[in-house]
């Protein structure tokens, strides 16, 4: 089955740390760009970073650069988000996503993503 399952969520108070990680399954993980990105209710997916199949480049939302860190380990077919110095307003469902298709929509796009994970909350708060 292809799937993507997150894992790593939960709640942190403002300033604390977190790694989420995707598990994919049923596709050749390794040959896909994957990215992450995040929805609060009543809102669009907002992408929040992103790293290509080929030499692993990554690029993050203007928001969180500086403090999340997006990692790929091709070996165990997973991806990870290195979260910190976490904020009130990073709180959100963050979703795992893969770019199977390839239709050349940009990077920082979420319709770019056609393969979804679940979800997993983050929620920061003191």
């Known amino acids: 089955e292809v799937q993507l399952v997150e894992s790593g969520g939960g709640l942190v108070q403002p300033g604390a740390s977190l790694r989420l990680s995707c598990a994919a399954s049923?596709?050749?993980?390794?040959?896909?760009?994957m990215a992450w990105l995040r929805q609060t209710p009543g809102k669009e997916p907002q992408w929040v970073s992103a790293i290509t199949s080929a030499g692993g480049t990554a690029y993050y939302a203007d928001s969180v650069r500086g403090r999340f860190t997006i990692s790929r380990d091709v070996a165990n077919n997973t991806v990870y988000l290195q979260m910190s110095s976490l904020k009130p307003e990073d709180t959100a469902v963050y979703y795992c996503a893969a770019d199977i298709l390839g239709r050349g929509i940009p990077i920082t796009r979420p319709g770019r993503y056609d393969l979804w994970g679940q979800g997993t909350q983050v929620t920061v708060s003191s």
């Open positions: 049923g596709f050749t993980f390794g040959s896909y760009d």
